[in-house]
Each structure stands twice: as C-alpha cells, then as structure tokens.
C-alpha cells in the first residue's frame, strides 16, 4: 500500500565483483592438513575466489556498486547514501564507504556497517528506512571482503572456508513495495566463537602475538544458525505479509552448503524453490556472499525478476538479519 508520508522502497539493481583467481581444494590443501573430499563433505565448497593485491577491496566494493547502479539506471550523483559493510577492511579510519563513494564519483553521504556476515541484510534494513523515512531516494548498499587479509593460511579451521569479493544492491524509491521489513538481533553472549585472535589492542602490545586472524569454533557456529536462523526466517515472511510456502528464492548466507540444506529442512521448502548454492563455486565471502549469490542466481537465469526472494544473514557477534524482497 503506497503511503505519501511512508514511499515504497524495493531493490531496483544488483551487482557483484568475483576476485580473477579462483583457487580449489587442493590448492588449499597445499597449505592445510586436509583433502578435497573433506571440504567437499563437510562444506560443499569445491572452488573459492581469492584477491590478487591489485584487487582491493575498495575495487571490488566499487565495481559491484558500479554494476548494481547501472542495472538500476541510477546515476552515483542520485545516491542519498553509500552503505559498505565490511569485516576484513584494514582501514576503519579513511573508511571503506567514504573511498567506494569516492570511487562511484559522489560526495554523499557514506557509512561502514559492521555485523559481519549479517551486515549486507543490516544494511538492506536500514537502506529500507532511509527510502521510507524520506531520507535519501536511492541508497547504495554493497558488501566487500577480502577474507584472505585476517585468515591464517595455515589454519584448518578457517583458511578452506573464507574468500573474497563484493556484491551491492540499489535499493531505492519504488511504485510497489518491494522490500519487506528487516527482522535482526543478535546474542553477544556467543560471540566468542568466531572472533579476530590477537586483537588489533592485544596484537600493538605485543606483536609477538602474531597478526590477528580469524578464529572460529565452527562446530558451535554451524548448530547456532541451524537450530536459531529457521525462526528468524518464518518471522521475516510474517512481517512480510506472506508464508514461507510463497516464495520463490531462498538466498541464506553462503556459510556452508550443509547448514543450507539444515534451513532447507526445517523450513520444509519444497523443491520449486530455487535455493542459492554459490558457496560451492565462491566459498564464503561473509558479508560479500548474499549479494554475489543473488547476482548469480539472476545471470544463470535460476532466478527472474519479480521472484519473491528470502534474504537470511547469520554470523559473527553473533548477529543475524532477514528480509524478504522482490528481486529486480
Ligand atoms: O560465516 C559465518 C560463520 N561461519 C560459519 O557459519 C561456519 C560454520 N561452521 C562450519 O561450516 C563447519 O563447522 C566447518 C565446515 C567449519 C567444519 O565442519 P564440522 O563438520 O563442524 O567439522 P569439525 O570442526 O567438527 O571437525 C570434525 C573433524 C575434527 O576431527 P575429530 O576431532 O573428529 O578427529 C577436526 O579436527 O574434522 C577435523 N578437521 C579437519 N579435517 C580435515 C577440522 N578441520 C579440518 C580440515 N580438514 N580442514
């Protein structure tokens, strides 16, 4: 229902930047005590894209902008504000949102977002409030990691997992509504099971601590989100107005394919709906991964315009965020 005092807000265009260099299992089991068929087991991941240093991460969030922009036909200068999310950029003082807006050649307004995995969907939710509120007409929102800067190559536990890239949505003022409401929280109390370890404080007091990488207790991580992300879910299509039966496209966060195919289950989809599995092919680019698996969805034609799609982030803090949108 359009509203004067309350526009519609819905995503208009989609981009994604996937890194040259695409690095398989054994090429990660050069590094790791593992196998090919373990990852693929355990993970579904057979390929992950991993950033040449040519390919920075303000490149990567800015060429996906760029896409998603023109998909849109918006113009940089029509953007009200540029919102990056972000947990592997090094540079938090010059941030990643003010250079990719400087990039896209704007001076408007830019903010970094940090839910880790979750922080495209927290991004998409509070673009949808600007949209509404009136704020700004048209909102960038793009996710942008390059994993490999805080992943110990050397860790099992994590170096087979993470990758890189950068996907982004224009979210903007629309006839219809076209984007649901955000349903988020989180439960710092478990945050503890991915941290950075050093941290950046405890690494400057001592450096003999090594440089902080990312630490992951997967086993906890993968319970969490298969047991707490299909309730979160079921409650983004009820403040959607619709069932988890009416949709089309199931984009989760692209962790891993068996806590996919957990979600899949205990939501009791069935098999007409086309389910994103890019983490087979891309790995798992955090807060990069919603984005890059809907472009893929769109460019194989597995998705189409006008499909009701389920956004699920989950991750790190830990944090979650979901939504429903139409996609474009
Ligand atoms: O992006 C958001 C945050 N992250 C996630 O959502 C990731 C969630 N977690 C996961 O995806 C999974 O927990 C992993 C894929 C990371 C690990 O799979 P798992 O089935 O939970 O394995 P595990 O950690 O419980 O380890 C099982 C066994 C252990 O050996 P024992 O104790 O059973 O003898 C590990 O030592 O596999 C061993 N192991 C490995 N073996 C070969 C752990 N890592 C590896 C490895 N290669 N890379």
Redesign the pocket.
């Known amino acids: 229902m359009t509203d004067a005092s309350h526009p519609n807000a819905a995503v208009l265009g989609v981009g994604a930047y996937r890194p040259r260099r695409t690095v398989s299992n054994d090429e990660v089991c050069a590094l ?4 090919d068929e ?2 693929q087991t ?2 579904g991941i057979v390929t992950r894209g991993w950033a040449d240093d040519d390919e920075t991460i303000e490149l990567m969030a800015t060429a996906a902008a760029n896409e998603a922009l023109a998909s849109a036909g918006i113009d940089a200068g029509s953007l009200g504000m540029v919102l990056v999310a972000s947990c592997s950029d090094g540079q938090p003082v010059w941030t990643l949102s003010t250079r990719v807006a400087a990039g896209l050649g704007t001076l408007a307004p830019a903010l970094e977002i940090n839910a ?2 979750a922080g495209f969907c927290y991004g998409l939710g509070i673009a949808r409030d600007l949209v509404r509120g009136g704020t700004a007409d048209y909102v960038l929102v793009a996710g942008a990691e390059r994993m490999t800067d805080i992943i110990d190559m050397a860790d ?2 994590t170096s ?2 993470f990758a890189d890239g950068a996907g982004a949505f224009v979210v903007g003022r629309s006839e219809h509504e076209g984007l649901g409401p955000v349903v988020w929280g989180s439960d710092g109390d478990r945050g503890e099971a ?1 941290t950075l370890a050093p941290d950046w404080t405890e690494y400057r007091k001592d450096p003999g601590l090594g440089p902080p990488s990312v630490s ?1 207790q ?2 906890r ?2 319970k969490w ?1 298969a047991e707490q992300m299909p309730p979160v879910a079921e409650a983004a299509c009820k403040a959607a107005g619709i069932a988890v039966g009416d949709i089309d496209v199931l984009v989760p ?1 692209q ?2 394919q068996r ?1 996919t195919e957990a979600i899949i289950r205990a939501l009791g989809l069935p098999d007409s709906v086309v389910v994103a599995d890019d983490v087979i092919r891309s790995g ?1 680019t ?1 807060s990069a991964s919603i984005p890059l698996a809907t472009h893929r969805l769109l460019a194989e034609g597995r998705a189409r315009s006008g499909d009701v799609a389920l956004l699920l982030g ?3 803090g830990l944090a979650y965020a979901a939504q429903v949108v139409t996609l474009p």
């Open positions: 790791i005590d593992s196998t373990w990852i355990r993970s880790t995995c099992r536990g087979f997992i991915l992951m997967g086993r991580i993968f989100a966060h962790a891993n806590i798992n955090s989950f991750g790190g």
